[in-house]
């Protein structure tokens, strides 16, 4: 899975973002989301909605950088899925509901998830999002537009960006640009490529104006895989059962052998007596 | 025991109706979704039913396999006496996990989709399987009861015949499940096959039940350390004053301490509701035992903290509470109260510190799930009374199942 040879990805340029939502609205009509009902000014920044949802898979968030009592910046970011390299959420589904394709989007399918929520816990950026007022409730989050990829047309919300903030492309290519672009405007950009090596790399690049941290984003990710962290206690398992399972064997066979030879010799004794 | 009425009092008259609304609760909650009875979000998305009846249930079934382990593996005899209340304890423990996991889930009818779609990687579903088999075994350790009081002796025949193999084949499955290869799997077999042969020709009749106990006890090792498992993939949402890469072990050494507490605990409390006086030398010399397990698990849980923080203790208001209550009231006091001399001989002290050391754990497993996890910048999650009623009932269900077949069935032995 480590190889990203062949998988797509975006690179997301903050610094190119003006705002539209164009994104926002070009990702509900491809996947027919529903609108949803928001409120003016639902935390940092102007964003609307405040969040994702199961009825949202991308976001425009908004921050204004402030000095001196002033505004000088507003910088704008796409919140999505970063389809991860090595997904937490694929580590963590019980039945392999989610699914990272061969070509990057991490998919989730319907059929087999049992609604458990330990994706939702699992992944580090809170993607994941659930139908919590449905009888048969859905994870919802953006799929990289997977059914569009497949038939080789970009993702909708990459088509929908008129100023080049969102770049599709393969993985490997967007690297190379996204550190071309830092080098060439040490100013300009904040010099780090969000994703390059968190959690063990993910397809969706970010760079911009101001740290990720800014739009609560986790600034103290592992830069490997969180599947990481479970693998040792699942390996350890055979180990473990058949280890305890001899340890216990041995010891109860002792244990009672002496219980039976004791009550042998006062048996023994009792018939003698 | 001739007499076998069940006597419904004023106590039940309240389980019964926390049962009534509970169940009502439910049926709020299947036809208008979880965000109708709970306060689960986008961020919070697990609470109160993971962290009590789930998290905290599973612990505290803990005495079956602790008292198993005591009288069968190591052969204290003596306590044969509570070694029945504690299976049936786990057993229904176990029954009402799974009816509380299944309220939970969003799509409950599919979890039977765990038996069929793998996932290795997933410590979620070490734990589904393990519920599973141990279910299994321990409704296995619990059926001779069912056989003695119906007489059922052709059953039991069958039994003391086929549940070693059975046993025997569901470790090796367990293993062949989580692992993938057939070769591990087939080791398993063999070691445990050789063993129920040993036993059938050298120790006395009747120790071929040996491979139910080994087998409920892997699982249950197993499973308790998989709940800690479960925690681990979460490093940046889960407080340091919990995280730990240890976490597995930390749950698994608390598990087997609140065993013996539990099994204490509820043989004070059950010989004073049924009126069958235990042996005091019974609850004495578990006492005995009780504060080598506190030692064990505080010295490892406070390890574990140190190296992750180092001492620095930082965190949220609550989340200090929290980790103080669970360090000092759940292990150093019961620990100091269970050293004085003579302590364990004074019935009332071994079943306040077995209490404030039960108290101590169910605080780790609603630390772990739900106060220690915080998301910056969201409010921390707080039940619903709608999630805290539902527990209740399903506390209340299971109550109530116990009191009647501790009445119905041979559960407590005759002395
Ligand atoms: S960002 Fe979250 S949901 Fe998306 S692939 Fe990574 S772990 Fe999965
Ligand atoms: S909620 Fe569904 S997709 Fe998410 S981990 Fe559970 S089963 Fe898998
Ligand atoms: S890739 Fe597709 S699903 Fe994802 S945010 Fe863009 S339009 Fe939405």
């Known amino acids: ?273 | 025991m001739s007499n076998r009425n069940i006597e419904f009092g004023k106590g039940s008259r309240v389980l019964f109706g926390l049962i009534a609304i509970g169940a009502f609760l439910i049926g709020v909650r299947y036809i208008g979704g979880l965000g109708t009875v709970t306060n689960l979000s986008d961020k919070y998305p697990w609470g109160l039913w993971i962290g009590i009846d789930v998290l905290t249930g599973v612990s505290l079934a803990a005495g079956g396999f602790t008292l198993a382990a005591i009288v069968h593996i190591f052969g204290k005899e003596k306590y044969h006496a509570v070694i029945r209340p504690a299976i049936l304890t786990a057993f229904l423990g176990y029954i009402f996990v799974a009816l509380g996991l299944i309220v939970d889930l969003g799509r409950g009818w599919n979890i039977w989709h765990v038996i069929f779609f793998w996932n290795r990687d997933s410590a979620m579903f070490e734990v589904g399987w393990c519920v599973l088999l141990y279910l299994t075994i321990l409704a296995l350790e619990f059926a001779p009861v069912i056989f003695e009081e119906y007489g059922l002796n052709s059953w039991q025949e069958k039994w003391g015949k086929y549940s070693p193999w059975l046993s025997i084949i569901l470790v090796s499955w367990f293993v062949f499940v989580m692992t993938g290869y057939p070769w591990y799997a087939g080791i398993a077999f063999i070691i445990l096959a050789i063993f129920y042969f040993t036993y059938r020709r050298s120790l006395p009749k009747g120790s071929t039940v040996l491979l139910l106990i080994i087998a409920g006890i892997i699982f249950s090792f197993e499973h308790q350390s998989s709940l800690g498992t479960l925690f681990l993939i979460v490093p940046t949402k889960l407080s340091s004053l919990w995280y730990t890469p240890y976490l597995p072990l930390n749950f698994l050494l608390s598990a087997i301490m609140v065993g013996l507490a539990m099994v204490i605990f509820e043989s004070s409390l059950s010989s004073r509701v049924f009126g069958f006086g235990l042996e005091k030398d019974v609850i004495t010399g578990l006492a005995k035992k009780l504060p080598w397990l506190i030692i064990v698990t505080a010295v490892v849980r406070l390890y574990t903290l140190y190296q992750q923080t180092g001492f620095v203790l930082e965190g949220t208001p609550a989340q200090l509470f929290f980790l103080g209550l669970e360090i000092i009231a759940g292990l150093l006091l019961p620990l100091v109260m269970l050293l004085f001399p003579g302590a364990s001989d004074s019935p009332k002290t071994v079943f306040y510190a077995a209490a404030m050391v039960i108290a101590g754990v169910v605080i780790n497993r609603v630390s772990v799930s739900m106060v220690g996890i915080n998301i910056p910048d969201i409010p921390a999650y707080v039940p619903h009374p709608g999630e805290i009623l539902i527990t209740l009932g399903i506390i209340s269900a299971g109550i109530m199942t116990f009191y009647v077949m501790c009445t119905k069935l041979p559960v407590f032995e005759k002395h």
Not at chain 1, 11 to 29: F, V
Not at chain 1, 38 to 54: I, R
Not at chain 1, 267 to 273: A, L, M, T
Request: charged share 25%.
């Open chain 1, 1 to 273: 899975m480590k190889t990203t040879i062949n998988q797509k990805g975006f690179l997301i340029d903050g610094t190119k973002c003006i705002g539209c939502r164009a994104c926002q609205i070009a990702c509900k009509q491809w996947n027919e989301l529903p609108a949803e009902k928001t409120e003016f000014f639902g935390g940092d920044g102007y964003q609307n909605p405040a969040d994702l949802s199961s009825k949202t898979y991308t976001l425009i968030k908004y921050r204004e950088v402030i000095k001196k009592d002033k505004l000088v910046d507003w910088v704008f970011h796409k919140d999505q899925c970063q389809h991860c390299l090595e997904p937490a959420c694929v580590s963590a589904c019980i039945v392999g509901a989610l699914q990272k394709t061969a070509a990057g989007p991490v998919v989730w399918e319907d059929r087999r998830c049992i609604g458990c929520r330990y994706c939702m816990l699992a992944c580090p950026y809170n993607i994941p999002k659930f139908e919590w007022y449905s009888i048969n409730p859905d994870i919802k989050k953006c799929t990289l537009c997977s059914d569009r990829i497949e038939n080789g047309l970009p993702p909708a919300c990459a088509k929908a960006c008129s100023t080049g903030a969102i770049t599709y492309g393969s993985r490997d290519e967007l690297l190379k640009e996204a550190k071309k672009r830092l080098k060439s405007g040490p100013d300009t950009y904040y010099q780090h490529i969000y994703g390059e090596d968190e959690v063990g790399g993910t397809c969706v690049l970010n760079i911009s104006s101001i740290p990720l941290e800014e739009f609560g984003y986790p600034g103290n990710l592992p830069k490997e895989s969180l599947s990481t962290t479970t693998d040792p206690a699942m390996k350890s398992i055979p180990g473990v059962v058949i280890g305890l399972g001899a340890a216990l064997g041995i010891t109860a066979f002792i244990v009672n052998k002496h219980k039976k030879q004791l009550s042998e010799e006062s048996q023994s004794q009792g018939d003698q007596s």
